[in-house]
């Protein structure tokens, strides 16, 4: 039973430039969330996708944008990065009508900007 | 008030010792709760769901206090591999889950 898997592990980009992150969930889930975890603080929600739909939103500008495929797996894309956006970017799957909403983590994509 | 709010830690706790955290959110609508544990540089891992009163997993108990909007994590008879990041994490029907900053455990030898 394959887990949540993201790549690329890790990333190095320059002020300016725009990155896309990408994420597999969990065999049959069909929900993937996204998480910023800054170094040592919790991971604060971007978005949700679910039926190829942005469901939620949380506190994030419009330079992050986000997809989901018909075969469930997701895109985070960020433009315009500022140093700030550097952090631990981590996709959680989860199935809508099962296990009471839990979400599995992916091993995240580490993104440093210089 | 802030969403979720955890002992800030970090708790420096010899083996076999019982360690008690706790985590208050502030969103009435809450209705599951999760503890992760996180390793340092490495992803959350579901440690316990708390969907009722509380949960019980061998070392571990989590007892929910609705009224008080509070959860707490018990570990009992701790071992060196319990050390990591702790974290609370509220979710509503909408599977939106809200983290708390986490809280460090160092297990000592």
């Known amino acids: 039973d394959a887990g949540v898997t993201q790549s690329p592990t890790h990333l190095i980009k320059t002020r300016g430039q725009q990155v896309t992150l990408r994420c597999s969930p969990k065999?049959?889930?069909?929900?993937v969330s996204w998480y910023q975890q800054a170094l040592g603080q919790g991971p604060q929600f971007i978005f949700q996708y679910y039926e190829e739909e942005e469901r939620q939103r949380g506190n994030f500008p419009d330079r992050f944008s986000g997809h989901q495929f018909p075969n469930y797996s997701s895109e985070l894309n960020v433009n315009a990065l500022l140093l700030g956006d550097s952090a631990l970017y981590l996709c959680?799957?989860?199935?809508?009508?099962?296990?009471?909403?839990?979400?599995?983590f992916g091993p995240g994509t580490r993104l440093t900007v210089l | 008030r802030k969403e979720v709010e955890q002992d800030p830690g970090p708790f420096n706790v010899p083996e076999g010792a019982t360690v008690a955290f706790n985590c208050t959110y502030s969103?009435?609508?809450?209705?599951?709760f999760f503890w992760y544990r996180q390793d340092c540089r490495k992803e959350p891992k579901l440690l316990m769901s708390?969907?009722?009163s509380g949960n019980e997993d061998g070392r571990f108990t989590a007892q929910l206090n609705r009224a008080s909007q509070y959860i707490s994590l018990l570990i009992r008879d701790s071992k060196l591999s319990d050390s990591a990041t702790y974290l609370c994490a509220p979710g509503d029907y909408g599977q939106n889950f809200v983290f708390g900053p986490g809280t460090r455990l160092s297990v000592l030898p």
């Open positions: 708390v969907y009722s």
């Open positions: 065999s049959g889930h069909d929900t």
């Open positions: 969103n009435s609508a809450s209705q599951s």
């Open positions: 959680a799957s989860s199935l809508v009508a099962g296990e009471r909403y839990t979400q599995y």
